[in-house]
């Protein structure tokens, strides 16, 4: 094996381990004949045996951070187990806003770079190389590292699919936090959680995204009603996010979610390549734009060249009819 | 002391100058890296910080905002960009040695920049490049200046030597506070950015750019550039593409395709 040992960065929010974790975790079982999780928060305990049962056989848990941001103390945390010769020879960490920290952190203590906006990683003469889609996806750039530090990845969500397999509950061992000096002080004062209803963009079967050419605000009430309609989450193009028309969690791309749905319906999106990376993994996609060289009709395998506002109304009468 | 200077607020801004994203991008065939030589632009996630600093010195009623950049050629033209909305002056790192830079190459080079600039309060940065997105550098900044950092801003305010912020999450937002000297990285929507006025325009030439080498800033080159990467591109395939699928025109009747495709896939 390229690599034997190899650290997952795992997250969670109220004991429920993020996806993007045990999707990482499915992948370094394929890769290392060791897999174990790094958790930066109290309750290692509540996630052990999750984690355990995607194949962690150990979390090293930092314990409470007192309300700090992740990336300074776990980053740090990673990086004395490193230094102290107990760390991994690679270590993935989500494409999301605490694993971007922890991996930019870490990387700068470790003076290791990293590979970016992975889709999958495999092993090439005895190394581990990631894989990055560019130009929306059209191409993709293979890369490895040249030196033999630590590896560092920072992976998308949704590149692998998630697994059981069966394991113990992982045993918690505690990973201490060292001094950070001048490098403490980002503390969270206060959540704020949105409330949403319906199914989200990160499991729904179907998705339902609008985009610029719904013409206004109000017109994305017919990218809402048709998503109820097929019990599907609605999504947005990030020109009509800026645009103040839906909220960000709503975007999906590059700088927004990734979606693999059985179904995504473009309307009125032009298919730039950011908004290509977040939704080209869909199962069908289906699109509907007036313009016939939208390069969204380049992975659609239904295209309907028409006006949003003419095939969308007809659409969700016929379905309600049903 | 940071920020005990009540009154007045120094921020500089990480800015990247990058080819017009309108332009198809391509690789160069021997580096394999993006190609970066036509004229380059002030890169819009950029103008967010430009933006959002400028209206943090003008509440505090003092100060100035500084642009750090580091780009090959000595090109200005994005820097210009930014000075127009209202940035005071700039320091640009341009060297030979530091092309092919990986992101951590290139968090050291900003941060042996930014600390050029004295009496920096806050440093700005957006939360990806439009055209690297590796989405790392502005915490690998603040890690090399042994400062804390607070990412994906969707509001900032100063109060006293403080900073908080409004950082977007999974779930919604987070209010995070950090003691300043801090490391701020902002997404778009923080702040809209203004058009440069023509007297902004005008007034852009005359401000001071101070291009700085690698030397200057005390780095080695064997640190920077190809010779500091330790990370090399292999190789770059063509992904598989997706089969054509079926495209039809809306004769009025487009709409019973997708009933008819839904139905097959037993959606509906
Ligand atoms: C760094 C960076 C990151 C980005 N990240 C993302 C991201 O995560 N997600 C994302 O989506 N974008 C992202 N973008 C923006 C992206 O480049 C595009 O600008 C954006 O996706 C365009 O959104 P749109 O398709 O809604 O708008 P437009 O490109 O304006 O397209 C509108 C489309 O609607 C069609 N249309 C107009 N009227 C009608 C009608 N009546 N009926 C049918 N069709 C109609 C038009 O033909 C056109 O194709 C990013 C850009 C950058 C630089
Ligand atoms: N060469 C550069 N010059 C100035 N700022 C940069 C440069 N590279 C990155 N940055 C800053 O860091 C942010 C994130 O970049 P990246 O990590 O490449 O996605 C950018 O949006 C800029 O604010």
Not at chain 1, 252 to 277: C, D, E, M, N, R
Not at chain 1, 294 to 306: E, M
Not at chain 2, 6 to 29: E, H, S, W
Not at chain 2, 193 to 214: L, Q
């Amino acid at each position: 094996m390229a690599v034997s040992k190899i650290w997952v960065f795992a997250e969670a929010t109220n004991g429920k381990v993020a996806n993007i974790t045990l999707e990482m975790l499915a992948k370094a079982r394929e890769l290392a004949g060791t897999v174990e999780a790094v958790y930066g928060g109290a309750d290692a305990d509540a996630v052990a045996a999750e984690l355990g049962a995607h194949g962690a056989t150990t979390v090293h848990a930092t314990g409470d951070l007192g309300g700090a941001l992740a990336g300074v103390p776990v980053g740090a945390a990673i990086a004395a187990a490193v230094d102290a010769g107990n760390g991994p020879d690679a270590i993935f960490l989500g494409t999301t806003y605490d694993g971007r920290d922890v991996a930019g952190r870490l990387s700068v203590r470790l003076d290791a770079p990293v590979i970016t906006n992975v889709v999958d990683i495999a092993e090439r003469d005895g190394s581990l190389v990631g894989i990055e889609p560019v130009f929306g996806g059209t191409q993709n750039v293979i890369t490895k590292f040249t030196s033999d530090k630590t590896q560092i990845f920072l992976i998308r969500p949704k590149s692998f699919a998630a697994e059981e397999a069966g394991g113990a509950p992982a045993a918690v061992a505690a990973l201490a936090v060292p001094e950070v000096g001048s490098t403490a002080g980002a503390t969270i004062v206060n959540r704020h959680v949105e409330e949403k209803t319906g199914p989200s963009l990160d499991d729904a079967a179907v998705v339902v995204a609008g985009g610029r050419g719904m013409g206004d605000a109000e017109k994305y009430q017919l990218v809402e009603d048709l998503a109820k309609l097929l019990h599907a989450a609605p999504g947005a193009s990030r020109a009509i996010v800026d645009a103040g028309w839906v909220p960000y969690s709503y975007q999906v791309g590059q700088t927004g979610k990734v979606v693999k749905p059985t179904v995504y319906i473009a309307a009125g999106i032009s298919g730039a390549t950011q908004h290509l990376v977040g939704m080209k993994g869909s199962k069908h996609i289906i699109a509907i734009n007036k313009d016939p060289e939208a390069p969204i009709f380049s992975v659609a395998d239904l295209g309907i060249v028409g006006d949003v506002h003419k095939v969308m109304p007809k659409l969700i009468e016929a379905l309600q009819g049903r | 002391m940071p920020g005990a200077n009540f009154g007045t607020m120094n921020v500089v801004v990480c800015v990247k100058q990058i080819p017009d994203p309108a332009d198809p991008g391509a690789l160069d065939p021997t580096t394999k890296t993006l190609k970066r030589d036509g004229k380059l632009i002030l890169d819009e996630s950029d103008a967010y910080g430009v933006e959002m600093a400028l209206q943090l010195v003008d509440t505090a009623g003092g100060g100035e905002v500084t642009l750090v950049s580091m780009a090959p050629n000595s090109e200005v033209s994005g820097l210009r960009t930014a000075l127009a909305m209202g940035a005071a002056k700039a320091v640009l790192v341009s060297d030979d040695a530091l092309k092919g830079s990986d992101a951590l190459s290139t968090a050291k080079v900003l941060a042996a920049a930014i600390k050029r600039v004295e009496g920096a309060d806050l440093i700005l940065a957006a939360t990806e490049s439009s055209d690297g997105y590796t989405g790392t550098v502005p915490e690998q900044i603040a890690e090399v200046l042994g400062l804390p950092s607070i990412t994906f801003a969707k509001g900032i305010s100063i109060d006293g030597s403080t900073v908080k912020v409004d950082r977007q999450t999974e779930a919604g937002y987070d209010e995070v506070t950090a003691p300043l000297p801090a490391v701020v990285s902002v997404t778009a929507g923080v702040v809209e950015p203004r058009y440069p006025s023509f007297k902004g325009i005008m007034a852009a030439k005359s401000k001071p750019v101070d291009e700085v080498k690698i030397a200057d800033l005390g780095l080695d080159a064997s640190n920077v550039g190809w010779a500091g990467a330790r990370q090399e591109i292999v190789e770059v395939a063509t992904a598989e593409a997706r089969e054509a699928g079926e495209i039809v025109e809306d004769d009025g009747e487009g709409y019973t395709k997708i009933v008819a495709f839904l139905e097959n896939l037993k959606i509906i």
